[in-house]
Nanobody, 121 residues
């Protein structure tokens, strides 16, 4: 089971770090990603990271501001979000896939419950 944490409310220009930890059964190292869904909008790809963490891929809208990383020893993936904008407001989800880089939600087979990020002006 994937569990996200670290969401909250921040002013525009601020930063947040999200975490995604696997709980329960033994951890298998797979590519992971962050998606987000704003109210009234479809879920969209944010960032993907390879099994080792050596490779990352970002949506154009967050490139240069967000950084994905992972610590496989801790079964945890992170999303460092800097220079946040009001339009970054959404529920952020982590997910696992068998392929990298995968940018479509249909390519992911395990999802967390999401964590809310709210950016105020």
């Amino acid at each position: 089971q994937l569990v996200e944490s670290g969401g909250g409310m921040v002013q525009a220009g601020g930063s947040l770090r999200l975490s995604c930890t696997i709980s329960g059964r033994a951890f298998s190292i797979l590519p992971r990603a962050w998606f987000r869904q704003a109210p009234g909008k479809e879920r969209e790809f944010v960032a993907a990271i390879s099994e080792s963490g050596d490779n990352t891929h970002y949506a154009e809208s967050v490139k240069g501001r967000f950084t994905a990383s992972r610590d496989n020893a801790k079964n945890t993936m992170y999303l460092q979000m800097n220079s946040l904008k009001v339009e970054d407001t959404a529920v952020y989800y982590c997910a696992r896939s068998n392929t990298y880089p995968a940018v479509e939600s249909d390519d992911y087979h395990s999802w967390g419950q999401g964590t809310q990020v709210t950016v105020s002006s």
